[in-house]
T-cell receptor, first 114, second 114 residues
Framework: SQQGEEDPQALSIQEGENATMNCSYKTSINNLQWYRQNSGRGLVHLIL?????REKHSGRLRVTLDTSKKSSSLLITASRAADTASYFCATDGPMDTGRRALTFGSGTRLQVQP | DGGITQSPKYLFRKEGQNVTLSCEQNLNHDAMYWYRQDPGQGLRLIYYSQIVNDFQKGDIAEGYSVSREKKESFPLTVTSAQKNPTAFYLC?????????????FGDGTRLSIL
């Protein structure tokens, strides 16, 4: 089942601009994670936000979580060409099953033009 | 440096052939995971293992098999029963068999049919 859905599917911006990606999910969660994937490579963990947190920062990254709307956003400020990658959200729900694994969304492909 | 090593990087399968993808980690992580990624898509869970000699089916286990005889190794066999095996396969691990830990990924194996 597809727990997380990212929006937009693709985003193209100029260097220096901010990039915002959104993730919606369907079931209750304990935490939500964001990952980055460069083309042809594995995923790299960016940030984890717990269900009792509303906002979290890490360098140029800002993540928000709204559990009432079942949505999260990832903001990359002052983007660089090196930020070009696909970004995925992942949730640990649904919580009422024995599943002990994350569920990943379909990703947002970010292109930062130099 | 600690990490996850997947091999080979590229693999070709003939009709009716089983192939095995290797995944080794030296992070002393308890849990390991296999995902399948199709072009432009997110990750889908094939199998995961929380401890040695134990594993669970994910969302798309049909046509795949795994073993977990050692903590550091979690090989995936793509059997001839998997009729559409062409994809990018990613292995990951986490410290502790819990869903609130970041996953560490290898750099993937790209499997194609000859």
């Amino acid at each position: 089942s597809q727990q997380g859905e990212e929006d937009p599917q693709a985003l193209s911006i100029q260097e220096g601009e901010n990039a915002t990606m959104n993730c919606s999910y369907k079931t209750s969660i304990n935490n939500l994670q964001w990952y980055r994937q460069n083309s042809g490579r594995g995923l790299v963990h960016l940030i984890l936000i717990r269900s009792n947190e509303r906002e979290k920062h890490s360098g140029r990254l800002r993540v928000t979580l709204d559990t009432s709307k079942k949505s999260s956003s990832l903001l990359i400020t002052a983007s660089r060409a090196a930020d070009t990658a696909s970004y995925f959200c992942a949730t640990d729900g649904p919580m009422d099953t024995g599943r002990r694994a994350l569920t990943f969304g379909s990703g947002t492909r970010l292109q930062v033009q130099p | 440096d600690g990490g996850i090593t997947q091999s080979p990087k590229y693999l070709f399968r003939k009709e009716g052939q089983n192939v095995t993808l290797s995944c080794e980690q030296n992070l002393n992580h308890d849990a390991m995971y296999w995902y399948r990624q199709d072009p432009g898509q997110g990750l889908r869970l094939i199998y995961y293992s929380q401890i040695v000699n134990d594993f669970q089916k994910g969302d798309i286990a049909e046509g795949y098999s795994v073993s977990r005889e050692k903590k550091e190794s979690f090989p995936l066999t793509v059997t001839s029963a998997q009729k559409n095996p062409t994809a990018f396969y990613l292995c990951a691990s986490t410290r502790g068999a819990v869903r609130n830990q970041p996953q560490h990924f290898g750099d993937g194996t790209r499997l194609s049919i000859l």
